[in-house]
Structures are given as structure tokens and as C-alpha cells.
């Protein structure tokens, strides 16, 4: 799978397709982004600078594009991060902006402000993006030792997001983190991340709150307290991070390449 993605070649003549990483605050977006470096790196990496998961403030406060590389070759597919999400409005990233984000209406760099939206005139917001370099797969990331505990009020704005991305035609994937804290069988043994029946509770309930297909939830450990890469961490993540590509790849060939109306 490593070996796939690092010769995988885009339909286009682009060099990148944008994935789109949305979540509550603390659920691992610049964690995830971290481990995927890891994995192609061999090693423990900083690329997103990342809080302790599940911590009680969002750690990324702008609106920053990462890329991964491969030795020294930088791969075709690039995150943008995103400040959390809260219950309150005014205490994490506001929901207009992910969708800003969505529609590649944000600027590099932006400072996320929790307390009014990006606007027209703010020098934040870009007036006409550029419709060759779309985002071309949202990512949901939650947590799996949280997923119960997560309020109404946060899967609201997480399903305004994906009904947004829905009416854009982009793919949508959820990445289910801190499978080890929702289940001790997989804390113990990572391989029986699809057998266990908590982990598989946890991506029912977000395919019953998000309405996204099982097919499109991913169980994922991101690397946290590991001082080396592990197998069994990095299959996890090359699973999910196939799907995304070939997911944001397709969507990029279509945004191209649009069939001609009748």
C-alpha cells in the first residue's frame, strides 16, 4: 500500500489533490496528518504541530496546507487543516468557515476566529479560488472514545458540512481515532480493530448521526506516544489514506473533466 501511493499517479496533470480534515476539537486532525508522514518517513515527524488528543482546546488556530513526502519527493495529495469544532459557536472554529474552506474560499494562513465568521472583505477571504486546485475529499475525524459523548449540537454542524460538500459532489470519508482508548482488546492487540464489537458500535453510530456509509468509516490509531513507526499503525492508516486518495482523485477528474450536458 506505501509503495502504491507513492507511485500513484494522478488522471490529471496536477500535481496535488486537497483533502479537506474537519473534526471536534482534540479528535487528531494534525495528529493524522502527522502519522501519515510518519509512515512514508520511517519516522516520528512534526509536519502539524498537534496537541494531546482529546485536550480541551484546539491546538491549530489557522488554516494551513500540509504536505507529505517521501524521502525527499513530495506525494500527490495535500491536508488542509482546520481549528476544532465545539458545542458553542463562540468557542471553536465557526461553521461558516469550514464551509469556506470547503468551497477553497479561505487563504493560506488565515487565522480562524471563533468568535465572527470570514467575510467578504476580510483580507482572509479569497473572492474567486481557483476552480483548477479544488478541495476534492472532506474528512470527518472523530474520536472512538468519544463518539457517545459528543453533543447534538456538534453532529449538527458536522451534518451541515457534509450537506454543503454533498451539493458539491465532494467524497466524504470519516476517520474513527483512539480506537486503543474504546476498546482494550484493540489497546492490547491493534489487529482486532475489525473484529471488536465497541469500535464497530462506535462506527455505527456515526454512520447513524452523519449518514455516511460503513464503507467510508475508517478505524485509525494515530502515533502519539510511539517512538518508531509500527506495522500494525501504519496499515490502519494506509487503508484509510488509500480510499481517500482515489476518492479525491476521482473527484478531481470529474471537476476537469465534466461530462457534456445532452
Do not use: W
Request: proline share 4%; aromatic share 8%; net charge positive.
Amino acid at each position: 500500500m506505501k509503495k502504491a501511493l507513492t507511485e500513484f499517479k494522478l488522471s490529471s496533470s496536477s500535481k496535488f489533490v486537497k483533502i479537506l480534515l474537519v473534526g471536534p476539537i482534540g479528535a487528531g486532525k494534525s495528529n493524522f496528518i502527522n502519522s501519515v508522514n510518519n509512515v512514508f518517513q520511517g519516522r516520528m515527524t512534526c509536519a502539524a504541530f498537534a496537541n494531546a488528543e482529546s485536550s480541551g482546546a484546539s491546538f491549530t488556530l489557522k488554516y494551513k496546507t500540509h504536505y507529505t513526502k517521501s524521502g525527499h519527493s513530495k506525494l500527490p495529495f495535500v491536508f488542509s487543516d482546520t481549528m476544532g469544532l465545539e458545542e458553542a459557536e463562540s468557542d471553536g472554529v465557526r461553521t461558516d468557515d469550514l464551509i469556506k474552506a470547503l468551497q477553497d474560499q479561505v487563504k493560506e494562513g488565515y487565522t480562524f476566529n471563533p468568535v465572527s465568521s470570514l467575510s467578504l472583505n476580510d483580507p482572509g477571504f479569497v473572492n474567486n479560488p481557483d476552480r483548477s486546485k479544488p478541495t476534492c475529499c472532506l474528512v470527518f475525524v472523530l474520536p472512538a472514545d468519544k463518539v457517545k459523548l459528543m453533543s447534538f449540537k456538534v453532529f449538527e454542524k458536522l451534518k451541515r458540512i457534509r450537506k454543503e460538500a454533498t451539493k458539491m459532489e465532494v467524497p466524504q470519508v470519516l476517520l474513527l481515532t483512539r480506537v486503543d482508548k474504546a476498546c482494550q482488546l484493540v489497546a492490547k492487540d491493534l489487529k482486532k480493530v475489525y473484529t471488536s464489537k465497541k469500535v464497530k458500535e462506535q462506527m455505527e453510530i456515526c454512520h447513524i448521526n452523519l449518514g455516511i456509509p460503513m464503507v467510508h468509516i475508517f478505524p485509525v490509531k494515530n502515533y502519539h506516544e510511539e517512538i518508531d513507526t509500527q506495522n500494525d499503525i501504519d496499515v490502519l492508516i494506509l487503508k484509510a489514506l488509500t480510499q481517500i486518495v482515489h476518492l479525491a482523485n476521482d473527484k478531481f477528474d470529474d471537476a476537469n473533466h465534466p461530462v457534456d450536458t445532452l
